[in-house]
Each structure stands twice: as C-alpha cells, then as structure tokens.
C-alpha cells in the first residue's frame, strides 16, 4: 500500500509512531500496536500503528508519521511512502514470558534491552515489562543479564586503567554533596575516578546541578576521555553521555507510579558504572526517614543483594549504609551547596563538619579499596590530603579541565531574596524534616535558580536558644519568597523541644 | 502561569495530554505525567503533562493539546489558557497498592473505573492495573466490585421485564452464529432477550457483523429500548451504546501482549451484561484446538469462577462447555453465516445440521432457565418452536424493526470470485483447523466485505472420495482470490486421513 506522509510535529521522545486512517487500517486488517514497516527508496523502519478514526486527524491514504520517524525515513508532508506489514518485536514474546513469571535467558534480556534502546517498543510495552520485574522480580543471574544488555547497548568510556574507582549514593537526602569532595581526595591520590553524576529530578539539587556552578559538566565523551587521561578524575553530568540509554527510557515509565522495582534500581545504578568500566564501587546507602531507604532492614537486602551482583560481575563493591535521618552540609541547593563544598576544601572554618566528615570517611575507603591506604588507615590519610591542601588543588585542575566558572567560594552569587527563621523557645534541635527542607528549597527556586536554595543553621543534637537562628531562606525572586514564607507556615523544617 | 494554545490535530482516543516546553516545565517543576489543571474562562480540565524538549514541537509559551481537550475546553490555537498545578489522580495510589498484591476495596476500583472512563489515567498508568490484576488475579469479591464499577460508569438499559434472558460465548471458533438462532426462538417463546452483540476483531465474522448483512445495528440506547419493548427481543451492536465503557480501553491496553487476566475478562463479560440488566445468562465456553479456551481444565475452572460470581451478583448463570475443535456452521464470513442462520430459519434442507443442534441446545437452556419449558423439557420446546416457522417470523419482526436489509437467504449476495479445494484422496475428514478458516477468510476480505469468506463442504468425520469438494473460498476480489489461493497453498485447512 502506497500512503502520503503527513509530518505530525510531535516527537514523542519514545516509541516511533504511524498513524493510519481506519479505513486503510481496515484495508491491512491492522490494529493499535500492530506493526508496519514503512519504505522510502533504500530507507525502512518498522514503526508502531495507531489508528486514527476520523478525516480531522488524517484523510484515508495518509499516514501520519512523528518527528522521530520523519527524521530516520527523511521523509516530508506530501512525500509517498510504502507500507507492508510486520511482525511484533520478538521482545514482546519476553516480557510475556515474564509477566506469567517465567526466568528469562540473555538473548531474551538483549532483545528486549536492544528494542527499548532503538524506540521498538511503545509505552504499554515497555511498562509491562517493568510491572513483570516489579511482581515478579528477577533473580540475580537475571540482574546480571539485564544489567549487561543495557551497557552493552550504549556507549563506553575506554580507559587503559586499574583499578577505576567509583561511588553511588542512593539518594533521598539534601545536602550530601560527598562526591565533589571525595573525588578530589581520591584523584590526588593518584587513583583514576572517571564520575558522572545526575541532576536533580525531585531534589533540591543533584551533584551534576551543584559542579554545574563552579565548572561545566555537559562534556562529550571524548573530552571526558581527555579530562580523565589529564587529570585522572571528573565529574561531569552523566545525562549528556550515552550511558546505558534503556535506562532512561525505563525511568519514565517508572515515575507515573514511583515505582522502584529492587532489581531494576540495581541494574540502572551497575550499569551507569560499568559503562565507565569501573573496578571498584563504593556505595553509600543513606537510611532513616525521608531518606529514599526509610529502614534498616530494607538497606540490608539492598546491600546483600549489590554484593551478591558485584561478586557475579567481578568487580569490587564496598556497601556502607549510613545515616539518612537529616539533610547532610548546611547549604541546600546548587550555589549554596557548591559554597559548602569549596569551604571544606579550602580548609575554611565555615565548612561545615557532618558534610566534611562523612566525605571523608567514604574517601578513606576508596583509597583503601584501591590500595593506597592500609585497612582502617584511609581515613587518616583522607584527612591529611584534604588538610593539606592537595585535595583543592586537585579540585581546581578538575574545574580547569572541565571549562571554568567559580573556584573561590566567596565568589558564588547567593540571591538577594531571603528571610530566616528564627527559634521562638530554648532547647534542642531533635529532628529536621528532609522532605520539608527539600520542598521548601524547590519552592524557592532550586535547582533551576542556582543561588536559591536554603542554609541550615543547625542540626539535629544542637543546643537552641530563643531567637537564634534556624533556617535561611534564599529565593529567586520576590514572589518565590513569598510563596517559600508561606509554606514555611503550613509545615515544620526543625523541631525543637 | 499562561499560555498559548497550539492544536497538535491529533487525537489519542484515550489520556487527555498537554505538550509544554521544557523550559515553561522547569518553571512549574512539571514532569512527564504530571497534572495540571488548564483552565478556559469558566471551563477547566486536569490532564496528563508530557514536554517537549525543542522549539520545533511546541516553543516556549505555548502548550500544545490534543484533540479530545481542545473539544472539552472549546479552544483553538492562539487562544490564552491558565495552567495550575494539580495532583495526581487518586487510582494512581490504588493501582500501585495493587501492583504491591494488596486487596482493593470498593471505592478504590469505582475510582480506577471513574478515572480511566473520564481519560484521567495514561496508558501506562492503564497498563499497570492490568499488569496488576494479571499477576496478582483478583478475589471473587474484588471481581464483583470492578464489575460493578464498571456498569455504574456507563449507560444502562432500562426495562420494567423479569426475566431478561443473555447469552455469552467466549468466542474463537469460526462460524458458530448461534446468537441469531437462539435469540428468534427464546423471543418467539415470549421471553425477553435483548441481546448486545461484538464485531469482528481479529475473526472473520463477528455476530454483529453477520446481523448486519440483514439489518440495521448501530442502534442507540433509546431505539433498542423502543425495539425491545416491542417485539421482546433484539439482536444490535453493542459498540454504539456506552455500556461500561472503561472495558474497551481495558481491552486496548491488553491487546499487545494478547493478555488475558481471567478477572478482567469475567468483568468484562459480566459488565456488559448487567448493563442491559440480564436475570439470567447462559454461557457458552468452546473448548479445543483453535478456539479461544484449550483446554478442559481451563474451561472448568472458569466455569466455576463464573458461577461463584453470579453467587455474589445475585444473577442466574447456566455454563455450558462445548465442543470447539472446528467451525460450527458451513457459512465463515458475514453474508456466508447470514445465509446458514436463514436457511435453519426457514427450515431449509440447505441449513448446517451441526449449528442448528448447536443453537437448539443452548435456545432450550434458556427456555428452561426462563421458566417457558420444564427441566429437560426445553430443547424439544426450542425444536418445535424453530420447525413450525414461529423462529423465522420472529426473526422477520426483528429485522423489520431494527431497519431491514434482506429477510430471504437466497438474496445475499456472495462474492463472484471464488474457487473450490478438492480432495486429492479418499478418507475422512480427522479434523479442521480453526485458525487456518480464520486466516483465509479474512486474506480473503471478511468481514469488512461482508460477501467475502469461506464455505465448508465438509465437517470433522465425514467421509470424503477423491475430487469431493471441500471448501469454498470466496474473495472480495480478484487480487485478494489471489493472497487467499496462495495461503492455501501454505496451510492445510482440512485434514483428510
């Protein structure tokens, strides 16, 4: 069947889509989700049917064809187009197998790993995938297999290094911006930490967004690649790269329900590191409420199972859980954690300790992970690279490398737009609400306004007196800081008692 | 925050969506799947957010809506819209509640229900609750409460009768036209039967197509209601009535993956029932090779979940499992069955001996369900209803009073391009494949040609000689005789041993 192409404008970002009036539909006994293959002179793509039951939408011997597939086909409105029938994706076959709770083999994960990957699947197809890991869950020889088809379909960091340190945090918690301190420790120590971060989705800033106000973290894989050779470390956005792509196309279909299926978080997080070949990965799992990790129990399974799935890949894990009970530095937000962070670095008194201490304490074991420090002499050895000065200085070659904006942290512009809160009795600090500080923060502005944010004044266990103060609000304007002064009246950031 | 209408011309058919650029989602912190509430003068609508991340698809300060919120809000592009925050729907915690394998209660399924019938749900969302109702299966008692919901949130229709009499067939055998010999004979006995039939979707012929070949039936709920009410009995599409319409977007979201959750597939069933406030439903489950349900067991297990649930919905259920190894009938295609159900109306010798047995059974439960004929007593009653012409008159009056097509078998038009299959051996026929008729009829254009399709010489056991005739394939025309020899050629319809 002949059809003329109806460019719709839409990119939908996923699926490649046709949509074919009902009358051809009837013609070709096709249905929604059926697939065509369709055919402009030597290019060809099998794209998924939608059916479209009025004129309006498009005439009968149209087709109409998102951005995506114009662009593969480079095909325009008016152009005409053959259409032939074709099967489903064998990937479709899979995912029932899993739904009905069978194990699946590696082809099978490659297949349906390699089909997410090239926009074969629609949506529904992907989230029954999901849904089957999620009910059903995967063994972890399955983990292993799926963690493997997805770096294998996506790009690779090649260095001709050993070890390739690493580390993940789970998450959940604000502040804790370790990596920017950790990884300077560790690069001038001579070990290789190749580090790509996340920005923030629902906090208040993710590493990526907070690097983003001293240097620049959008780099090409192979300028990362001569960042690493020249410097021995980086910490650039991993979003710009080609990392394990099924990933993301996975987490979309994942936030409508907050789904987290164990396995898959496992997967999504190796597979980010084994396509930067890491050796050695440590990982921080905060704990406590508010925390992405509410409770001990379920940190412990995590961490089994992470060791179990390292052990299986060859590569060296270290699982510390640790405290995720309250935001972790003083400054929330991109600027104001960034200014935290070149503090500590700097060897600044204003650096605040928990942030300086638990970075430390990680550095320390990565350095002994990679051999440079004894067993339980990391830390000291952290300590004196960090006190020295060394680790600054390895922080500003990263910045330079990178593309330079701030290395100084007076320097970092904080907003103008600020109120504080002040205590109204005298006693002690017992709890601070991590996901208060984080709505409050994004209220404000963060992490799109880098100088908003908020500064903690203190933390849980310090003494309080009456009018002393508690939280800094920093906005982006006048009527976000409007807005953030009004939230702060509905729900508590600190509780003092 | 305001913004301009862009008109994306495409319609979904399902989730209301909005496209807001990447940089306008920032501001408001949006995500893929997100609510937000649009607002038009005094009209406003919550839909699902998806973004675009370039210019080209919808620029900054505009948003781009889909066909079914362009038509609710009364916009066009270029008109100014406010846009708010909203949360999400509430289903959305149930589904996942039921992805987690809890049980749901009944105000969390008439939610689900009222969501997905008033496209506030995406289709992954959609996809998730089937996922979950598939690997979790429901109870009995959440089964009767989705079926419930999805009656209450639809359409209903309303007669002031007791008895009213149904009948179900789970379908996937060719043929088998039972519905419109049963439905003349139980009317002619003086009960009430207004009966809702299905099209085709993947079968070469669907009750309401074949009805079609002699009537009118796209009726609306106000004109079946007048037909029932005079003639007692009715035999229409139940496609253009707006009975517990959530099931059809249901089924849409499980037709990729052909999955089948036995809960939903009972709700289904059931739904569309108490729509049309059926007392009493005789279903018919073909078992065999090629028909929808394989296997005895299976079959015996849903029969038992379908009478545990009329228990609790205080409806009369009489499952009966049948013989679906082959095709019941001679006619395959609309016009070709039309035919068979006149000839066994009028008595003539040309009518398929097995479907007219077939219907007399099943038009004899009802008749004893009913309360016409005693236990037993009710296939003789059916017979001497049938062959004393009272079936066919009532057949007419429907037909009459639905908007006439044809009423004499002999006026149907059949394709003109056909060929006929010989035995090349002598021997009996060990049996018939019921997906291979499927194929064939419909390469061959059934049902969107109504005279297209396939007639069977010969059933299961019959003896055949050399040269006999053993099928008939009919084409819409020429080109399709031609696909439809050369699948013959490919597939064995008859087995002859």
Known sequence: MILRVKDTTVATGGPLIGIVNLLDAEKLD???MDRIKVVKGKQEETIVVDIA?????VPEGWIGLNREVTEILKVKTGDKVGIVLARKPLSIDY????LDGHVLIKKEFEQIVWDIVHNKLSEAEITYFVAACYTNNLTDAETVMLTKAMVSQGDKLKLDKYPIMDKHCIGGVAGNRTTMIIVPIVGAAGLTIPKTSSRSITSPAGTADTMEV?????LSLQRMTEVVKRVGCCIVWGGSLNLAPADDKIIKVERPLSIDAESQLIASIISKKLSVCSTHILLDIPCGKGAKIKHLKSAQILKHHFEELAKKLGIKVRVVITDGSQPVGNGIGPALEARDVLWILKNDERGPLDLKEKSLSLAGQLLEMGGKARRYKGYQMAKQILESGRAYEKMK????AQGERIKEPDQI???KFHFTIKSKVKGKV?????EAVTKVARVAGAPQSMS??????????DHVARRDKLVTVYAKCDEKLKYAKDLCKEIELMTIS
């Open 397 to 400: 070659e990263i910045i330079h």
């Open 30 to 32: 096709l249905h929604p």
């Open 53 to 57: 039951a009025t004129e309006l939408i």
């Open 214 to 218: 001293l240097a620049n973290v959008k």
């Open 413 to 415: 512009p904080i907003s």
């Open 430 to 434: 017992t709890s601070i609400n991590n």
């Open 452 to 461: 908003a944010g908020l500064y903690l004044h203190k933390h849980v266990g």
């Open 95 to 98: 995912i029932k197998k899993k």
